[in-house]
């Protein structure tokens, strides 16, 4: 028996491997490629240039790989590229990059995107991400590994979401969130280290320790940004503190206090 519905409708420019599933009125443009065990769902729309990798399941009404949602976009091929084991549910829409940044929409391994979620052009999601319900990424927006956005959160464009980072529901986040940080509120505002998420992933006590401590020189001694870095990087340092670090020093938006 088929695995791709008689109605849907396969662009013969499209790659598919054997074991794809297509489900009813689903649309599979030119230039899409679509990995082993991949689901697609009814009524799902995946425009290319788009390269998905293994096993990720896309729910009906999604929309993948649609040109983006920017003025100065003028049709040029740009590319958005999903590695394995996503799922992507109902109404979500992914949008390919610019030619402003570097052609190329990128998510990661192992995310869930909840239904009306939106990931925006240009933008970099790692592995192991949560978007929950109408979260949703403006243009160029980085998020890294494992951070969470809760329902109805919201990222400028250019900010970057730290790894591990947990974004409370309903924030807007209009500078950048460090690594390991818990926020929320309009504007998002800090509130600790994400203990319970951290110690769920099987962070030591010794590495939940130091981060607290480092969080604490940064956002609870009234040091300045640089001053703060400076003192925490005097003695030794455990690899966590050091992305904790680099989150700050990499940050182009300031940092959400």
Known sequence: MSRIHPTALIDPRAQLADDVEVGP???IGPDVTLGAGCIIGPHVVIKGPTLM?????VFQ???VGEDCQDKKYKGEPTRLEIGDDNVIRECATIHRGTIQDNSLTRIG????LMAYTHVAHD???GNHCILANNA???????VGDYAILGGMAAAHQFCQIGTHAMCGG???ILKDIPAYAMVSG???ETHGINYEGLKRRGFSKESLHALRHAYKVVFRQGLNLQDAITELETGEMLPEVRVFLDSLKSSTRGIAR
């Open 123 to 125: 933008c970099v999601v």
């Open 136 to 142: 949703t990424i403006a243009g160029h927006v980085h």
């Open 61 to 63: 009404f999604a929309s």
């Open 186 to 188: 309009h504007p998002a």
């Open 53 to 57: 990798g293994a096993r990720n399941r």
């Open 25 to 27: 009125y689903s649309i």
């Open 109 to 112: 391994n192992g995310n869930l």
């Open 170 to 172: 309903g924030s807007i």
